[in-house]
């Protein structure tokens, strides 16, 4: 890993790790979806000696190497499933999954919605966002009173243009459309309960997608939620989805 991306990672981890120190508590478990070879399930477990944090991933080779850096850390408080993140079934408390490509943003986001857990998540590649056995998309109520199937599959496309070598103004559309996929999304796990604030990574240069999707059920964290504030946040959303169509 060049020196330019091992600093952008970095950055990427200190924005999820920030969220869900917020969310955990002692003796939580957190499940780091998608795991790859631990980057981000390996800072949790360092930093939450008092969680347990599980990583899942369906790659053997990837997986086998998240072991030996938790056994080189001394990690006590860290497990490692391999398996396509639907077949997890064990309680936890936190879902997490960094840059989840297309819609495995949603799986991770259902499996969470489930099990009554919060989230943090990052997703990626929306542009091979399409409809699944468990999803057709756009997926909310709203959306689906707004857009067609092609329509959201446009707009997934036009997500996806955020590379840093495209113009900036090109870069812009693609920021927003990057915003109402995940507004779609976050519509729809607060039809379940859910508080959902969709958030840019900070600094936004450190990935061309830099949005994170973080819920939590306020009656389980302790947290109100401000009725007038979800409101206007809808609002605004739905003017600047009528706005870009």
């Not at 398996?83 to 997890?88: E, F, G, I, Q, S």
Request: aromatic share 6%; proline share 4%.
């Amino acid at each position: 890993m060049s020196n330019i991306r091992a600093v952008r990672k970095r950055q990427q981890l200190n924005n999820l790790v920030a969220m869900v120190m917020e969310l955990a508590k002692p003796g939580n478990t957190i499940v780091d979806f998608c795991s790859g070879t631990g980057h981000l399930g390996i800072v949790l477990a360092h930093t939450l000696p008092d969680c347990q944090v599980i990583l899942i991933e369906n790659k053997e080779e990837s997986l086998v190497r998240a072991q030996s850096r938790g056994v080189e850390l001394g990690l006590k408080n860290i497990g490692f499933v391999q398996a396509n993140l639907d077949y997890y079934t064990g309680p936890f408390n936190i879902g997490v999954a960094l840059h989840a490509c297309g819609v495995a943003t949603d799986m991770v986001m259902e499996h969470c919605i489930q099990a009554g857990a919060a989230f943090v998540i990052s997703p990626c590649c929306y542009g091979f966002i399409q409809n699944a056995i468990k999803f057709t998309f756009p997926k909310s109520k709203r959306f689906q009173e707004t857009l067609t199937h092609k329509e959201h599959m446009i707009l997934c496309r036009f997500a996806d243009q955020t590379a840093v070598q495209l113009p900036p103004g090109r870069r812009l559309i693609g920021k927003q459309c990057m915003g109402l996929v995940d507004l779609d999304r976050s519509w729809v796990a607060e039809t379940h309960g859910y508080s959902v604030q969709v958030m840019t990574m900070e600094p936004e240069s450190c990935s061309p997608k830099n949005n994170m999707l973080v819920g939590r059920l306020p009656h389980k964290s302790g947290l109100e939620v401000d009725a007038s504030q979800q409101e206007a946040l809808r609002s605004g959303g739905e003017a600047a989805m009528h706005s870009a169509m």
